[in-house]
């Protein structure tokens, strides 16, 4: 380690040789996305005599319920028109009742219902998804009480958002929309409703899957002679029992994997606003047809594919987009754990809405914090000042900055938003890749600090913050190639010499991988450390890992390369210096307690192939992400680190004050400010880098900032 410290900080560094727009979420959302906005005045929609609602009591925390009256006997396929009537409940001691969560669908597609209210009765229009989730109902309903007297009317009552609530009465819709967690948590039960798209699929998703043993099974009934086919649940030959109770087989067959693809490619499953309408429940069940399925067998089938993904067909993983509904009423209703609105933000974010504001105002009712944040739901209020807003008093609450760390994949900057706040448009994208593998471990680094690190003077477009610099940016890898919308990689072909049939050659051409200067091993381990940001497995050991890194430029190394892009940045960046050698000489660094345990040049039988492919897949895996090796040029010493794609050369790395991690930053020629920079994103610093720039939560004005290299004392910086 002292050898380590000598040669960084006593050495010489070599000489040095787009506003995104909001992308378009699906429209399968409720009215509520675009019509509730709250309103400051306390006038209400003047009730009139062709009036189909009449005004909520506020005070008593009234509802309104659509009661249907029993459903008389009907043709197969025979669809009658739906109609109701109107009831007052108060929240306080409601009645039963139902709660619908539902995808409003195709709006072009609709049907009428008619409903009695207290003087007339009125014809409205709803989304033929909506009419056959209330004729489901309805049904399902029925059938739970044929035979017997729990109500001799077999009414039921059931409470939906674009029904119940009065549409033009913008009041009315602000206040219910604050309502929404008590709606669903004091009802009876909550229906999910999944459109299906067979009675005979459903029927086999139900008893296969749902109420199966989960293994791989068929439609239809296979022969039985002896047969590699599975057969459906319930046969009864002796052939068939054994395969059914085989635990080795993990797989469905394809029809079967098909038929659960549809169930959760449903839109129902990426609404924002069913994290809250089912964490909250008391009970849910998902209607699909006309078949009830409990929440916890969807929950169980989930937790399974998440504990085994690998059981999962890799084109059958539509079952994602719902995954984050388990966590949620995990913690909410069984660990009964407080969710802040930052976790509730990072686990969606791959969820949509047809207004990205209610990214966030949907989970404001599950959030312990969520009012402090944003104490009022405000629809008139644009996106980009609702998070600079809700952005900045997170920092102060939570008194750490680490938030600005998370910028997304995107290349472009969100002009309209201030640098400093998270890229939440880009993160939003639903993609799984929109974050960078820093920002998917945000939780293991995030740190809060002993006071709050934003100063007096910080505005919702200027935050005010302390830091100390530590060096520029002085070279930067290539990142590696990304798929375009169509899914292909373009690269661009780009002259260079042949190293392939020289590698194994290198210490015998070059002299001077053989005379080691002290602290040359630790500068090697760093870098192949940092390329794979600490995510190997722990089986793989440092010397393995080293030989491992020294196989990227050989034949061997290409061939478990399976990527285009990693082979070409490989390629590409062979030659990138640090401290005046190529990443491809750091490669063949070797103590002399190591060439004496392998030779120069390593064979084919000496290598851990297993532990080469998965070095190789990690790497993949970082720079895939969006990070980007560079070479940090300090004002004492230097640090090789990986930083977001966007990085530029000159970029500064501060270490700012109640930021766990180093940031990367780029100033701004401003007159009238000084001293005022972009924030580009966090910088990844392996544990061996970091014990010699680590600094101090407490910032103490000691010994430690001139051995770190950090320049002068703490300077106040203009985020902007």
Not at 424 to 434: D, I, K, P
Request: net charge neutral.
């Amino acid at each position: 380690m002292k050898a380590f410290r000598e040669r960084v900080l006593g050495g010489k560094s070599p000489k040095d040789g787009q506003a995104s727009n909001v992308p378009l979420f699906l429209s399968q959302r409720l009215p509520r996305d675009k019509q509730y906005e709250p309103v400051l005045s306390d006038s209400r929609t003047t009730v009139t005599e062709d009036s189909l609602y009449r005004p909520l009591d506020f005070d008593s925390f009234e509802i309104r319920l659509l009661k249907f009256k029993r459903v008389e006997p009907r043709p197969l396929g025979f669809k009658p028109r739906l109609t109701c009537s109107l009831e007052y409940a108060s929240l306080i001691n409601p009645p039963d009742y139902i709660a619908l969560s539902y995808c409003w669908g195709n709006a072009t597609k609709t049907k009428k219902i008619t409903i009695n209210n207290y003087k007339s009765a009125r014809s409205t229009q709803a989304t033929l998804n909506l009419y056959e989730a209330l004729d489901n109902v309805l049904l399902m309903n029925h059938n739970r009480r044929t035979g017997t007297h729990e109500y001799e009317d077999h009414s039921v009552l059931v409470w939906v958002d674009a029904l119940c609530i009065n549409q033009e009465d913008p009041v009315e819709r602000s206040q219910q929309v604050r309502q929404m967690r008590q709606i669903y948590s004091r009802a009876s039960e909550v229906i999910s409703w999944i459109p299906c798209g067979s009675e005979q699929a459903v029927d086999y998703l139900v008893r296969n899957r749902f109420q199966g043993e989960g293994i791989e099974t068929e439609v239809q009934l296979p022969s039985r002679k002896r047969t590699n086919s599975v057969p459906v649940n319930g046969s009864n030959t002796e052939n068939d029992d054994m395969l059914l109770k085989d635990k080795t087989r993990k797989e469905w067959v394809n029809q079967g994997w098909d038929i659960m693809e549809d169930f959760f490619i449903q839109a129902y499953w990426r609404r924002v606003w069913v994290i809250q309408e089912v964490a909250v429940a008391t009970k849910v069940k998902v209607l699909c047809g006309s078949y009830e399925i409990p929440w916890e067998d969807v929950a169980a089938v989930l937790a399974m594919w998440k504990k085994n993904p690998d059981i999962v067909p890799i084109d059958k993983r539509a079952y994602l987009k719902a995954m984050h509904l388990v966590e949620f009423r995990d913690r909410f209703q069984v660990k009964r754990e407080p969710i802040s609105l930052l976790d509730a933000m990072r686990w969606s974010y791959q969820t949509e809405a047809t207004d990205p504001r209610d990214k966030i105002f949907a989970l404001l009712g599950l959030c312990h914090d969520g009012a402090t944040y944003v104490p009022v739901p405000n629809y008139k209020q644009p996106l980009e000042e609702i998070i600079a807003d809700m952005s900045k008093s997170m920092m102060s609450f939570d008194r750490s900055l680490d938030l600005m760390c998370l910028k997304g994949t995107a290349l472009e900057e969100q002009s309209n938003l201030p640098s400093w706040t998270p890229n939440w448009v880009n993160l939003w994208s639903g993609s799984l890749h929109s974050m960078t593998v820093h920002e998917a471990k945000f939780a293991d680094w995030r740190t809060t600090f002993p006071s709050n690190p934003v100063l007096n003077g910080s505005t919702t477009q200027i935050l005010k913050v302390e830091g100390k610099f530590y060096g520029t940016v002085a070279h930067l890898a290539s990142k590696m190639a990304q798929p375009g919308p169509n899914g292909q990689i373009t690269l661009t072909p780009e002259a260079r010499a042949p190293w392939i049939s020289c590698t194994s050659s290198l210490v015998r051409n070059d002299t001077s991988l053989s005379v080691l200067q002290p602290g040359d091993i630790e500068i090697r381990d760093s870098i192949w450390m940092t390329l794979t940001m600490g995510l190997l497995p722990p089986e793989i050991s440092r010397s393995a890992a080293a030989v491992c890194f020294s196989q990227l430029w050989t034949p061997e190394g290409r061939g478990r390369a399976h990527a285009y892009a990693l082979i070409e940045w490989i390629d590409r960046n062979s030659r990138f210096e640090v401290w005046a050698r190529s990443l491809r000489d750091w490669g063949m660094v070797r103590s002399p307690a190591e060439i004496s345990l392998l030779p120069a040049a390593v064979t084919s039988s000496e290598i851990d192939w297993k532990s080469l492919g998965t070095f190789i897949d990690t790497i993949e895996k970082v720079l895939g992400s969006g990070m980007r090796l560079v070479f940090i040029h300090g004002v004492k010493s230097f640090a090789v680190v990986m930083v977001p794609s966007s990085a530029r050369r000159n970029d500064q790395m501060w270490f700012i004050r109640g930021c766990s991690v180093p940031v990367l930053l780029r100033e701004v020629e401003n007159v009238a400010v000084k001293a005022q920079y972009k924030v580009i994103g966090g910088v990844y610093v392996t544990e061996r880098w970091r014990e010699f720039i680590e600094y101090e939560i407490e910032w103490p004005e000691s010994e430690q900032d001139e051995q770190l290299g950090l320049e002068g004392d703490l300077k106040i910086l203009n985020l902007c």
